[in-house]
């Protein structure tokens, strides 16, 4: 475990967490987020068709809405309206998870960094 | 230019074609004017879309002001593959109707399987709300 790479990670979440003024349980998924940024996540989401959308994400927000590019829909006969999207924006309220490549994250990065928070919190 | 550089900002799809996806189902395809931390949208020059099957049918809507918590998502229409799609576009009468069906068929459908869950002595709650948290 690099310790420059680690303090990159922190330093790059913190920066994040003084820029929106998050409160800090969420701060870690938002993070968690930016460390996938430009992978490809299947993000389901919660209403009534279920729709499963897989995409490049480009960026997050403190309410967890979600930017995705060059979007595709798992099941096309089923939601013909997404044909001629390429790009969208997910509510965060609506999203019943999000499926990230277990190689893109760093879970150990994301370990630490929990773990700092945790005792930011405690102070 | 991002004002936030990270955040998921929907400030560069203004003025852009968008097609909304809200939690009743409904599709709206508009211009997008104005939003908000809610998602609240201002769409112009809207149009509610139906689809059935391979068809599809445009109702105008005119402006509308969608309240965020409805909103499941916004898409970027792109021009070009809008016009190459395999849909085929119907009249607005003919689209109601065949919605009007597809309603039917499904509801029969949902009352079959209500009845043989009950007959089990098994009830599934409807999801039609979402908890806010």
Known sequence: MDMAENDEFCAKYLILKGLNEMTPSYAIYESYFTAAYGGRVLSEVFQQPGVCICGTLHSVDQYLNIKLTDISVTDPEKYPHMLSVKNCFIRGSVVRYVQLPADEVDTQLLQDAARKEALQQKQ | ?133
Not at chain 2, 26 to 36: E, K, P, Q, V
Not at chain 2, 110 to 115: A, F, I, P, T
Not at chain 2, 120 to 130: K, M, N, Q, V, Y
């Open chain 2, 1 to 133: 230019m991002n004002y936030m550089p990270g955040t998921a900002s929907l400030i560069e799809d203004i003025d852009k074609k968008h097609l909304v996806l809200l939690r009743d189902g409904r599709t709206l395809i508009g211009f997008l004017r104005s939003i908000d931390q809610f998602a609240n949208l201002v769409l112009h020059q809207t149009v509610e879309r139906i689809h059935v099957g391979k068809k599809y049918g445009d109702i105008p809507r005119g402006i509308f002001v969608v309240r965020g918590e409805n909103v499941v998502l916004l898409g970027e229409i792109d021009l070009e593959k809008e016009s190459d799609t395999p849909l085929q576009q119907v009249s607005i009468e003919e689209i109601l109707e065949e919605q009007r069906v597809e309603q039917q068929t499904k509801l029969e459908a949902e009352k079959l399987k209500v009845q043989a869950l009950k007959d089990r002595g098994l009830s599934i709650p409807r999801a039609d709300t979402l908890d806010e948290y």
